[in-house]
């Protein structure tokens, strides 16, 4: 015959599930979301995690929707990462090249004190929007572990790339170009 | 002209004489570097700027230099970090959040130790109260034992 747990016992359960709860969600917050890249591997194309940020030159807020209809290369830098520093002169190249063919580079500024970020900005002439994400919160939505990355949002704002690490002139050709010849 | 250098070196002499005071009297500063860097979080290692050693730590311990040199106090140095990197800068948690577990967990894993030490000492109390009472030794159970120890003392004698 199965004894029923008595109240001790439903305690304990109680107690054990809380603490089973609590590291599960310290554990889903802290860990890197790896689904737009799974999304990639299988040929789908995730819907791109909201993006509201204010600008970092202008004071205005951009959203990421606000880009809809455009193909936008999202890359998230830091002024006290060298890598990032290597690549922005490209971007900013790429964002000339693009501009006219309804592709946009937009720079999200993460982790990072706003007047050396400024100063990234400045040295190296910099001229597409630059948005500022200090506590991280779009590093967290689009699972960024390190800087630079990038991802490359369709005209109907899904992932369609992903980029971790400093981006290539390889990379965007083959991801970005072929994007700004389809229209749909 | 020789006498440029002895002006300068008279006005530095008397403006840190009057600069000097003013400053000891505001107790400038207010708070060094190092008592700040257990306050603030390296964002990107996620430990405190004490045990922090990478590029975007230095440039926090920057910060901070420049705010603690203005002569900011704790609290005003903590809402500069704040404002410039949100509120996850802080090594403290906030109240409010999932973050609010870090304050509630604790405060409830005491209370549940506490409470579970009480049951367990309340369930051997009981128990021990529970123990039947032997009922007293009869003359004859005496006499029977001092006849054995009797016998044994015999023995070993």
């Not at chain 1, 006290?80 to 290597?86: G, V, Y």
């Not at chain 1, 960024?144 to 369709?154: I, K, M, Q, R």
């Not at chain 2, 390296?42 to 430990?47: A, D, F, K, L, T």
């Not at chain 2, 809402?79 to 409010?96: C, D, K, N, Q, R």
Request: a positive charge.
């Amino acid at each position: 015959m199965r004894r029923r747990p008595g109240l001790r016992g439903w305690l304990v359960l109680l107690a054990t599930t809380g603490v089973l709860v609590l590291l599960g969600l310290g554990l889903a917050a802290n860990h890197p979301s790896r689904g737009l890249d799974q999304a990639i591997a299988q040929g789908r194309r995730a819907l791109a995690p909201s993006v509201r940020l204010p600008s970092l030159t202008t004071g205005r807020t951009y959203t990421l929707r606000a880009f809809r209809g455009r193909v936008v290369v999202l890359n998230l830098w830091a002024s006290w990462c060298e890598p990032c520093r290597a690549e922005a002169p490209l971007l900013e190249r790429w964002s000339r090249r693009i501009a006219a063919r309804g592709g946009s580079v937009v720079g999200i500024d993460t982790f990072d004190t706003s007047s050396d970020a400024r100063s990234f900005i400045r040295q190296l002439h910099l001229t597409y929007p630059m948005l500022r994400d200090p506590s991280g919160v779009v590093k967290a939505r689009f699972g960024v572990t390190g800087f630079p990355e990038s991802f490359v949002v369709d005209r109907a704002g899904r992932v369609a790339a992903v980029a971790r690490g400093p981006v290539t002139d390889a990379f965007m050709r083959t991801t970005v170009l072929p994007l700004l010849g389809n229209r749909t | 002209m020789r006498r440029t250098p002895i002006i300068l070196l008279a006005a530095w002499i008397s403006l840190s004489g009057f600069t000097a005071p003013a400053l000891a009297a505001a107790g400038c500063p207010r708070t060094t570097e190092v008592a700040m860097e257990s306050k603030i979080m390296c964002q990107v290692c996620g430990v405190p700027l004490a045990l922090a050693n990478s590029l975007e730590a230095d440039r926090e311990r920057a910060l901070i230099s420049r705010l603690v040199a203005r002569c900011e106090s704790p609290t005003q140095i903590e809402a500069a970090m704040v404002a410039e990197y949100g509120p996850s800068i802080l090594a403290t948690p906030p109240a409010h959040g999932f973050a609010i577990t870090a304050w509630l967990v604790p405060g409830i894993a005491i209370a549940a130790a506490a409470l579970g030490i009480g049951g367990v000492l309340l369930s051997v109390r009981r128990r021990r109260r529970d123990v039947p009472r032997l009922a007293p030794v009869t003359a004859a159970e005496e006499a029977r034992l001092d006849a054995a120890l009797a016998s044994y003392t015999r023995r070993d004698g």
